[in-house]
């Protein structure tokens, strides 16, 4: 197959769509790139990249388009019991890259700059897709206003609920009960702190919080939806949250009445299918799976990178896709099994005190452990360090 021949239709804009978008334009002959909204806004979700997704975007040559963002140093986690864990992302002797507090309207209008500037790639906004048809040697996407688009071979980045899985039966259901609420708060301190937080409260929840300036940090707590139904509106929940922890009290100021609260929901989702038969699903719509600490933008610009490198080892797109569902496999194994402990020590207090006492006797072990979550370690490298850490 010559891929100078054959032509690319990307659903949807994000982070995965537009980079996957940037990279294949070079090897194909046209890319059209559709998403359901009017133009990229501000999406709930954590704003931040950790060290390896700067790494990856340096590799890439594209981090000089990024350079407003702040460096995230660490981060700190904190027990029910409000013991406090400071850790830094590790150095090594070939990696010193430090995490990213990104705005991600301001991320994806960067990216979107990067995609306008290649002439084969058309760009529709405000398309929602309404039929995804496999015709006999193309794929044909009909709009809810019967716009058509058509191309030989379909990339999905729609999302965690994508529609294109849904149209065509790949979405398998999961049992979960946990959601998210995200809002934007402000601080009572002026310094800016250069470290994310993770907040395990004492009642099953948990909140993650993103530095983004000197006064803004982007915050969502994630809890069972039963929990939501107790209150009367969402920013209620988020208040009683901050009040029931000092830390969150002393730092952080209740959201006003004007301020938006946004659910969250599915925190998984799992693609039956993943690539094959000219299709490929990327970012969250490949499967996805709350990761605690924000790393949704690093797994969708991974995943991207992932099918940009099977593309090019492979010059048979059918090898192609079936060799980035291999590596997007191995490469999100260790990670899937680290998140499923996660959100069973978190559901057991007792257990997240005893880890975070661990933790705290030694920085190298709570240095470990942010280098597991940032990605500069496996799992499995971040646990032998975790067990013959030195430094007190």
């Not at 559709?34 to 790494?55: S, T």
């Not at 983004?212 to 707590?221: L, Q, Y």
């Not at 099918?307 to 797109?317: H, R, V």
């Not at 005893?354 to 240095?367: Q, S």
Request: charged share 25%; with cysteine.
């Amino acid at each position: 197959m010559s891929y100078k021949n054959k032509e690319i239709i990307i659903i949807g804009a994000g982070p995965a769509g537009l980079l996957s978008a940037y990279l294949l334009s070079d090897i194909f002959k046209k890319i059209t790139l559709v998403d359901r909204l009017k133009y990229i806004k501000r999406k709930a979700c954590g704003e931040y990249l950790c060290p390896r997704g700067v790494e990856l975007l340096i590799q890439l040559q594209i981090l000089d388009k990024f350079e407003e963002f702040n460096d995230l140093i660490g981060m700190r986690i904190i027990s029910p019991q409000e013991t406090e864990v400071e850790t830094h992302f590790p150095e090594l002797s070939n990696f010193k890259f430090k995490g990213l507090s990104l705005n991600r309207e301001v991320f994806e209008k960067k990216l979107l700059q990067l995609v306008r500037g290649k002439s084969n790639i058309d760009i529709e906004f405000n398309f929602t897709v309404n039929e995804v048809l496999r015709k006999k040697d193309f794929w044909s996407i009909n709009s809810l206003d019967n716009k058509t688009v058509s191309g030989d071979i379909l990339i999905a980045a729609d999302g965690r609920s994508s529609i294109v899985a849904k149209k065509l039966g790949h979405l398998k259901a999961v049992k979960n009960k946990r959601v998210a609420l995200h809002c934007y708060l402000t601080k009572k301190r002026d310094s800016y702190d250069r470290f994310g937080e993770m907040h395990i409260l004492k009642n099953n929840s948990y909140c993650g919080i993103n530095p983004i300036d000197e006064n803004e940090v982007n915050f969502s707590i994630v809890c069972d939806n039963t929990k939501v139904q107790k209150f009367k509106n969402k920013r209620e929940l988020i208040i009683e949250s901050i009040n029931s922890s000092n830390l969150l009290k002393s730092k952080f100021n209740i959201p006003p009445e004007n301020e938006k609260v946004n659910l969250v929901f599915p925190l998984n989702a799992k693609n039956s299918f993943v690539a094959g038969d000219n299709l490929v699903y990327v970012g969250d719509s490949a499967g996805f799976i709350d990761p605690l600490t924000g790393e949704g933008i690093y797994n969708a610009l991974k995943s991207s990178v992932l099918l940009y490198e099977s593309i090019q080892d492979k010059k048979d797109i059918t090898k192609a896709l079936m060799h980035y569902k291999r590596k997007k496999n191995i490469f999100f194994f260790q990670k899937t099994i680290l998140n499923n402990f996660f959100q069973f020590v978190i559901k057991k207090p007792w257990l997240c005190e005893l880890i975070a006492n661990f933790l705290a006797r030694k920085r190298d072990r709570g240095d470990a452990f942010v280098g597991i979550v940032g990605n500069i370690y496996s799992p499995l490298q971040g646990a032998m360090r975790l067990l013959v850490s030195r430094r007190g």
